[in-house]
T-cell receptor
Framework: DGGITQSPKYLFRKEGQNVTLSCEQN?????MYWYRQDPGQGLRLIYY???????QKGDIAEGYSVSREKKESFPLTVTSAQKNPTAFYLC???????????????FGSGTQLSVL | QQPVQSPQAVILREGEDAVINCSSS?????VHWYRQKHGEAPIFLMILLKGGEQKGHDKISASFNEKKQQSSLYLTASQLSYSGTYFCGTEFTDSWGKFQFGAGTQVVVTP
């Protein structure tokens, strides 16, 4: 079955540590996204990528980094520069329409990151 | 540039109707609607592409007013399963593929 897989489900970070969240999709989608969700809040865009080896900053990119070396993978690193990383992180993917724009987003099941 | 949703929350009894609004400060290319249950991933409901177009998903429908740069989601004859947080996601003509979401509207349907 096609889908989008995030791991781990729960992650704990110590002070000064970088951690990496994994996101893999087998839907052959062009675009992949990372969103951050704080309790009772909406989804805020961190980074997105529309083609391999290219990505764009979203609204809250500071303290995060990404790579897109393969079409199916889009890992997110939460660096030590992100002072308030505790949140629910969602990865998503989408496919481009031939005439412009993108189709619906498929979301992974999320990773809950907490600070020790 | 994130869309503005209203209301923030709404409480309904089963069978009642509700409207959720999503407004943008820029001309929209598309509006997506999703519903999220606590601790789960958002689930897609519908996409609207053209001004004035309405779409439906069960007893949930939506409209898109291109001129007013806004979309509305209509929950008709609500069911308990409609409870959750509803998000609108917007895409602009000058930034295809960059989806930004509103803060969400929490919907609680009671028996």
């Amino acid at each position: 079955d096609g889908g989008i897989t995030q791991s781990p489900k729960y992650l704990f970070r110590k002070e000064g540590q970088n951690v990496t969240l994994s996101c893999e999709q087998n839907l052959n989608h062009d675009a992949m996204y990372w969103y951050r969700q704080d309790p009772g809040q909406g989804l805020r865009l961190i980074y997105y990528s529309q083609i391999v080896n290219d990505f764009q900053k979203g609204d809250i990119a500071e303290g995060y980094s990404v790579s897109r070396e393969k079409k199916e993978s889009f890992p997110l690193t939460v660096t030590s520069a992100q002072k308030n990383p505790t949140a629910f992180y969602l990865c998503a993917s989408s496919s481009a329409w031939a005439g412009g724009g993108y189709e619906k987003l498929f979301f992974g099941s999320g990773t809950q990151l907490s600070v020790l | 540039q994130q869309p503005v949703q209203s209301p923030q929350a709404v409480i309904l009894r089963e069978g009642e109707d509700a409207v959720i609004n999503c407004s943008s400060s820029k001309a929209l290319y598309s509006v997506h609607w999703y519903r999220q249950k606590h601790g789960e991933a958002p689930i897609f409901l519908m996409i609207l592409l053209k001004g004035g177009e309405q779409k439906g998903h069960d007893k949930i429908s939506a409209s898109f007013n291109e001129k007013k740069q806004q979309s509305s989601l209509y929950l008709t004859a609500s069911q308990l399963s409609y409870s959750g947080t509803y998000f609108c996601g917007t895409e602009f003509t000058d930034s295809w593929g960059k989806f930004q979401f509103g803060a969400g509207t929490q919907v609680v349907v009671t028996p």
